[in-house]
């Protein structure tokens, strides 16, 4: 980096952008009010390559070119972190030398989530280090006799925050994962800000990421989501890291959810669900189930449909509610799902099925707090708005998924197989369906497929 000897530059704390003056809003990612000024390193190039440094090459060693056929892959052999959901989020397992960001608000439970990985991996045999710079040794421990834990052998905390002790602990030990808790406490003496701003947690993910490949140590760095103040947060890291995970809260708070946002060495969208005990995290393995429990029986504007969140099929209920607007203009909300795709969906309806929707409230929302972004929820939207228009229930053992089009259309949807047979497992006897999904999947014993192509089919079949 040339930035050798300069006095001052502005970061955008929301995700990194750099400038020589003070800017209102962030031309790249459009946040206001979020420009801090930083004092630059003198040079950021020396220690941040772990002493490997030299980029013109003079005095370096030669660095060699390998083949294709000749290089390890660290792949192969992944570690299982003995939560199936944390596992599948990472693609199968954690992948020996990369870099991983776990990201989410205060208080979600990073921390728990992580420490719990740390004990699981080292019952196994597996050497883990945990550095925390937020908590004290104690803290910590509290928290271990909380979610419960075997021998402890191969588990080492260190309480540590200046990144140079950091290297050299690693230099000594050498673990198989470490934990970084969180990398805005963390610092470097070479740079002149404080902890937690922008430079500063930049230069403790590139230091990780060189050792994360040079020793090849999986490291876990933990990043606070934080809307303001002088505190840097994850987004300035994604374009760093290999993997960023997002733990986050379903929206009634009941659940924990663990999204993958990037990953070098697996699928992204992929989710992990969680509920947060007495004794730490447990996995949600059914999330399914879980969705639709409680749910009210032949009850009109509520209609099951099956999402794809990543490989896996979720079922998920979607509530609507309409009734004549008491004021001249309509309300609408919309929860859980785009407010702008109910609001296209509703003209859809009104135009191609002709119902006064205009005149009327319309609600929507998604139970259980998920937030759906597929698509595929169109047909069920449109389902739970007509049935609740209709005063028509929909019935209980149906589910509905398909993507509607602007001409009333029903359009297919990607692995309509994998959908049903989840609706299957939790006993549903009916499914409605995209006409070209109906004549192309598989047939499956025990359940009604049923095509349709015009949102105004749908009359019928209510
Ligand atoms: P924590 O992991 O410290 O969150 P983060 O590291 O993301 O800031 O824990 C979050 C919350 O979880 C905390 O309020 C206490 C609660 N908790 C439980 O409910 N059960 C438990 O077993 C543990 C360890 C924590
Ligand atoms: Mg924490």
């Not at 979600?108 to 992580?114: A, P």
């Not at 588990?155 to 934990?179: A, G, K, M, Y």
Request: proline share 3%; charged share 25%; net charge negative.
């Amino acid at each position: 980096m040339s930035r050798q000897n300069k006095e001052a530059v502005f970061f955008c704390t929301e995700c990194g952008y750099e400038s020589k003056k003070w800017l209102g809003q962030c031309p790249a990612c459009h946040s206001w009010n979020s420009f801090s000024e930083e004092p630059v390193a003198v040079s950021t190039g020396s220690k941040s390559q772990g002493g490997k440094k030299n980029r013109t090459g003079q005095g370096s060693p030669e660095k060699k070119i390998v083949s294709l056929k000749d290089i390890d892959a660290y792949g192969e052999e992944r570690i299982d972190t003995g939560s199936s959901e944390f596992s599948r989020v990472l693609g199968g397992g954690i992948v020996p030398g990369s870099l991983v960001l776990i990201a989410g608000d205060p208080g979600i439970g990073k921390s728990t989530l992580l420490l719990q990985t740390a004990i699981g991996l080292s019952d196994k045999g597996r050497s883990v280090l945990y550095i925390s710079g937020e908590e004290s040794l104690s803290q910590i421990k509290l928290r271990a006799d909380r979610i419960g834990y075997g021998s402890g052998m191969g588990l080492s905390f260190l309480s540590e925050t200046l990144l140079e002790n950091i290297d050299q602990v690693l230099d000594r030990e050498h673990p198989d994962v470490c934990i970084i808790d969180s990398v805005q406490t963390m610092y470097s003496e070479d740079i002149g800000s404080a902890p937690g701003s922008v430079t500063q947690v930049r230069e403790c993910a590139q230091r990780m990421m060189m050792r994360a490949k040079e020793d090849g140590t999986a490291i876990f760095l933990v990043g606070h989501v934080t809307k303001e103040g002088t505190v840097a947060g994850p987004r300035v890291l994604e374009h760093i890291v290999d993997t960023v995970l997002y733990f986050e809260a379903g929206d009634n708070g009941a659940f924990r959810i663990l999204r993958s946002a990037k990953n070098r060495f697996g699928s992204t969208n992929e989710i992990g669900v969680f509920e947060m005990k007495g004794n730490g995290l447990s996995e949600v393995l059914n999330p399914s189930e879980l969705m639709l429990s409680d749910r009210p029986e032949n009850a009109s504007g509520a209609v099951v449909t099956c999402l794809l969140e990543g490989t896996r099929p979720l079922l998920l209920e979607v509530q609507g509610l309409v009734c004549e607007t008491a004021f001249g203009m309509a309300r609408r909300q919309a929860s859980g799902i785009d407010y702008n795709r109910l609001n296209l969906l509703l003209a859809v309806m009104e135009k191609r099925a002709g119902l006064q929707l205009s005149r009327c409230d319309a609600y929507v929302n998604v139970a259980g707090g998920m937030r759906v972004t597929e698509p595929a929820a169109d047909l069920a939207v449109v389902c739970a708005v007509l049935s609740s228009y209709k005063d028509l229930a929909v019935p209980d053992d149906t589910i509905v998924f398909g993507e509607v089009g602007l001409s009333g259309e029903i359009r297919a949807v990607r692995q309509a197989d994998e959908r049903i047979k989840e609706a299957k497992k939790l006993g549903f006897k009916r499914a409605i369906l995209p006409r070209y999904n109906a004549r192309h999947c598989e047939h499956i014993e025990g359940i009604e497929i049923i095509g349709v192509r015009y949102i105004r089919e749908l009359f019928s079949l209510l």
